[in-house]
């Protein structure tokens, strides 16, 4: 037995996520009010026997009891483990020599960020330095006790104040350089690096101060208006939000985030009670961004200036947010009567569209109902892109009106409903006074619902709309190929790490997701593998599993073992060529995908029948609208699966008809 699985056999996962969420007895399961999202009918179902978890509404995931922690608290793997460890009165492997070296280190790093932040404080509250920095936060509009709730400080304007304090309580020269407080001069001398500035001291989701914002009190020519810690082993700037800590709780309960850019634009909100806003800190919108965020949202705002940065910027997050976020693979009708599968964004991205001259902090001091509405009825994607393109764009040229089907036909394109589509692009017809057919010729060419692709672009698969029969097996529902040895998700590992380049196709044309994976730990390298295929993208392709392996591996060394055992199974069968890996890892999947919803359906039915038997007809109807999409994704794993493993067999394009 692993360790994860002891674990799990001595915490009772009723009572454990019943302290999160209030639960009641349904059959032989408990229902509730999922906690990570809004909700008012329960959808949210623990599963006693199997100790898991799932939310049949709009998160659409599940887990056991490791990813319920680490999804509610904003957990590593690893903090999971020792608190549930812990509570389970089981002592963890010590830790080697180098881990504790590490862990050691990151502490330190951490309590000296928290000393410094205690520090900058006192000397903005309690001094007299300090005094002319707490009247420009005043005007600002931010009270004493707003100042209190994000520790706001400040650094004087003087080269020695904080290294020799934060010397005197123990941490070294070394230490402070590292933590990006304090720079070394090319004569070795050491000095403070913030010098004159409002601090804006920077905490993770678990309100750990990993870093600082400085903003100058007065303009400095040759400095920089903000300045942030540098990169260090805690501060990385590009995944970073600020006030994640203390809006997580209201972006689940709203149902929105609010992405801003600055810093005084997440503090007074909060202090009026806007609370689920948080900032970039300048930078672009990331995928590092996302991964936070759409863990407890699928709606997002970005509320960016007007001014031109601004708006490439949300431009630029527009972008990022299509590739970052989660997308759902559902079959659709092509006109010729056939099933295409395309991929839609499994999030709601809107604009904001703030009014000249004004920050949101500004906006919601002086009208909070006005922000109220500008956040309610923030611009959808599409609505957005159009009024952009229509006001840049000369339509009376041609040119112009090249430009603005270049530039519409892609967000047109990535819209989820047919209905969306048609009206769009009907509007962007009268626009440019251009047949409509010719528009929808090009966007056909551009979702590949002919032959013409964009290169690189990988060529759709249909088929016939005719169902199989329940339980039927066609050649993409065998058992892979022999020689590998290792359970289904074990196996389906082991191939992505031989060829990890693939994970993006499987996740596309099977639906294979972390979901599938029901032990822990391999959930984690499965999720570690998708943040890598994001991070390396084609250099992927150069990387060998043990080279995939280490990096897997260093994100949590905790998995490493793991890892390494996932390894040998690769090394005990006879190799694979290409095809082989594609072939075997689109047949794991499919099985773990089948396994999955199957489990799914199997308890659904189970409540179905305990609700039929106590008359609940309320809940029977319920749970027959969770059941019936279930079903048909169910049906649907291997026929989607058949036509690919087709397409991958041969350069030619297969297309499988009624009766074929």
């Not at 004004?358 to 109902?369: A, H, I, K, Q």
């Not at 959930?523 to 043990?546: K, N």
């Amino acid at each position: 037995m692993s360790i994860t699985d002891e674990i799990k056999s001595r915490i009772d996962i009723v009572e454990f996520i019943g302290g999160y969420v209030p639960l009641q007895k349904a059959g032989r399961n408990y229902k509730g009010l999922c906690p990570f999202h809004s909700e008012k009918t329960p959808s949210f179902v623990v599963f006693p026997d199997t100790q898991g978890w799932h939310c049949f509404g709009a998160c659409g995931t599940g887990g056991d009891i490791f990813t319920f922690l680490m999804r509610r608290e904003n957990m590593e793997f690893r903090e999971a483990l020792e608190f549930l460890a812990q509570r389970a009165g089981i002592t963890l492997r010590p830790l080697d020599d180098v881990e504790i070296q590490m862990r050691d280190e990151l502490d330190r790093l951490r309590g000296l960020n928290a000393a410094a932040a205690d520090i900058y404080h006192r000397i903005l509250m309690e001094t007299r330095p300090g005094e002319a920095a707490k009247r420009y936060l005043e005007r600002r509009g931010v009270t004493a006790e707003t100042m209190r709730t994000f520790n706001l400080g400040y650094a004087p304007d003087e080269w020695h104040i904080l290294e020799p304090r934060l010397r005197q309580l123990g941490y070294s020269e070394a230490e402070i350089i590292e933590a990006g407080l304090a720079n070394k001069s090319s004569s070795g001398n050491v000095y403070d690096r913030f010098r004159g500035r409002v601090m804006f001291p920077i905490r993770d989701a678990q309100g750990r101060v990993i870093g600082f914002g400085g903003r100058l009190l007065s303009d400095v020519e040759g400095q920089p208006k903000y300045l942030n810690t540098p990169q260090t082993p805690l501060f990385d700037k590009g995944s970073i939000l600020y006030g994640i800590d203390l809006a997580r709780h209201a972006i689940r309960e709203s149902g929105t985030a609010v992405i801003v850019e600055g810093y005084m634009d997440v503090v007074v909100p909060y202090q009026c009670g806007v609370r689920n806003l948080v900032a970039c800190m300048g930078t672009a919108l990331t995928e590092e961004h996302l991964e936070q965020l759409k863990l407890i949202t699928k709606r997002l705002v970005l509320a960016l200036d007007p001014d031109a940065a601004g708006i490439r910027a949300t431009e630029r997050g527009i972008e990022t947010a299509r590739q970052a976020l989660a997308t759902r693979v559902v079959p659709v009708p092509t006109p010729t009567g056939l099933i295409r599968y395309e991929e839609q964004l499994q999030a709601e991205i809107c604009i904001l569209v703030l009014p000249d001259g004004l920050d949101p902090d500004e906006l919601v001091l002086s009208d909070r109902e006005r922000w109220d509405a500008l956040v309610a009825e923030a611009l959808p994607v599409a609505e957005y892109a159009f009024q952009r393109v229509m006001s840049e764009v000369d339509l009376s040229q041609a040119k112009g009106k090249r430009e603005a089907v270049e530039r519409l036909l892609p967000v047109i394109s990535a819209m989820d409903s047919a209905v969306e589509r048609s009206h769009y692009l009907q509007r962007l017809a009268q626009h440019i006074h251009m047949d409509e057919r010719l528009l929808w010729s090009e966007l056909s060419a551009l979702r590949g619902e002919t032959g013409r692709r964009r290169p690189g672009e990988r060529r759709p698969v249909e088929r016939a709309r005719r169902e199989p029969s329940v339980g039927a097996r066609g050649p993409s529902a065998r058992a892979p190929r022999e020689g590998l040895s290792g359970g289904l998700e074990e196996r389906a590992l082991a191939l992505l790490l031989s060829a990890p380049a693939l994970l993006p196709e499987m996740r596309e044309v099977t639906g294979l997701s972390a979901d599938e994976f029901q032990d822990v730990r391999n959930r984690q390298v499965y999720v570690a593998l998708e943040r890598l295929t994001a991070e390396r993208g084609d250099a992927l392709v150069s990387m060998g599993a043990e080279d995939v392996a280490r990096y897997v591996g260093q994100l949590d060394t905790e998995l490493a073992g793991h890892v390494e055992s996932v390894v040998r199974i690769l090394r005990s069968g006879p190799p694979l060529s290409a095809d082989m890996v594609r072939e075997d890892l689109t047949k794991v999947s499919v099985r773990l995908r089948r396994d999955h919803l199957g489990r799914l359906l199997r308890e659904l039915r189970f409540m179905l029948q305990d609700a039929q038997e106590e008359g609940d007809e309320e809940r029977v109807q319920a749970l027959n609208h969770m059941i019936d999409p279930l079903a048909r994704d169910y049906l649907d794993v291997d026929r989607r699966s058949y036509a690919v493993t087709l397409v991958g067999r041969s350069k030619r394009e297969y297309r499988i008809r009624d009766g074929a």
